[in-house]
């Protein structure tokens, strides 16, 4: 069920769920609220609790709002693309081939068909970034299921508009923004590992800190950091 409070300039979406905390989220591209809430939770008690976090919420807008923004993809020929971190020169080889993708020292060569529009370029592209992550996630891991004593049966890669990655505990299932591709390769780790520490605990709460602090010290940092990267021009901070 969902409903809308207004906390003065602030509408805050409620969503009423089977679970047994409250939960405040803040979303890009605009800041927009929403709450998750117990199905049993008052509607007063849930606006009160919003009220208090009011200079919380206001300050992840602002954050959001000022969020460094990549400029839109044209796919020219010397144009900036990040690949792990690294900065690369696009160059565009048109052959009747099918399309490939390559990395040369600081180039990064695009294979297409002649007249290949800008859409099937983006498309190229997404399908490549699925594939890197696809090739790096397994090793992070099984790196980190001994340490942590976990099993994940499955990961999914796809481009997300709202989070790095989500998980699903009881299906023992993480999922991975596939703009993490853009990142140094440590934010992917970051994100694995935040990502599998919700198949001990679900939720954020001290246990979850406490998890994150044991297995990955500085996640905070990193969690910082790469919220102050540039994002997608159509996306936004996790």
Known sequence: MHTTIKLGSITATIIKKDIKNIHL???PPKGQVRISAPKHMQLDTIRIFAISKLSWIKKEQKKILEQERETPREYVNRESHYIWGKRYL???VKRD?????????NKLILYVRPKTSNSKKQQIFAQWHRELIKTAAPKLITKWEPRMKVSVNRFFVQKMKTKWGSCNPEAGTIRLNS?????PPEYLEYIIVHEMVHLLEATHNSRFMNLMDNFLPKW???REELNRLPVSHEDWVY
């Open 25 to 27: 989220s803040v979303y």
């Open 97 to 105: 081939e099918p399309p490939a993708i390559e990395l040369n020292q």
């Open 220 to 222: 905070r940092f990193l």
């Open 90 to 92: 696009l160059k565009t």
């Open 179 to 183: 703009e993490l591709v853009k990142k």
